[in-house]
């Protein structure tokens, strides 16, 4: 006889099975808004536009608007307009110089957060 598997049969019933790791991430777990913020990032970063912003300043450092249209091929307005996105975020910063505006990564996270998934990426092609 072949006896058909039921999906309840491997359902948790309200029960804590692990209840020490179930508590350690628990005691971890970032609170809601947290959350929110950093769903919000790898919501920003999840088009490719930006992905080649974040890849040119990984890349170069520092670079201005009309260059990262160069390198992108995306318009200088679109570049802006990602670039407000990442800044409203604190994800980048600026300086000036005369009227040029010069961009690059605030932190080595987003480096790391890149290069991380590109080894994913490689590995996986």
Do not use: W
């Not at 010069?102 to 590995?123: A, C, G, P, Q, R």
């Amino acid at each position: 006889m072949n006896k058909k598997s039921n999906i309840e049969d491997f359902t948790c019933k309200g029960c804590v099975i692990h209840e020490d790791k179930v508590n350690s991430v628990k005691k971890k777990m970032l609170a809601d808004e947290d959350m929110v913020k950093l769903a919000e990032i790898f919501k920003i970063l999840g088009e490719p536009a930006r992905l080649k912003i974040i890849f040119s300043l990984f890349i170069v450092e520092e670079l201005c608007v009309c260059d990262i249209a160069a390198i992108s091929g995306i318009s200088q307005s679109a570049i802006s307009h990602h670039l407000r996105v990442f800044r409203n975020m604190d994800l980048v910063k600026y300086r000036k110089e005369g009227k040029i505006v010069y961009y690059s990564l605030k932190s080595n996270i987003l480096k790391h957060l890149f290069m991380e998934n590109l080894k994913y990426v490689k590995e996986e092609s």
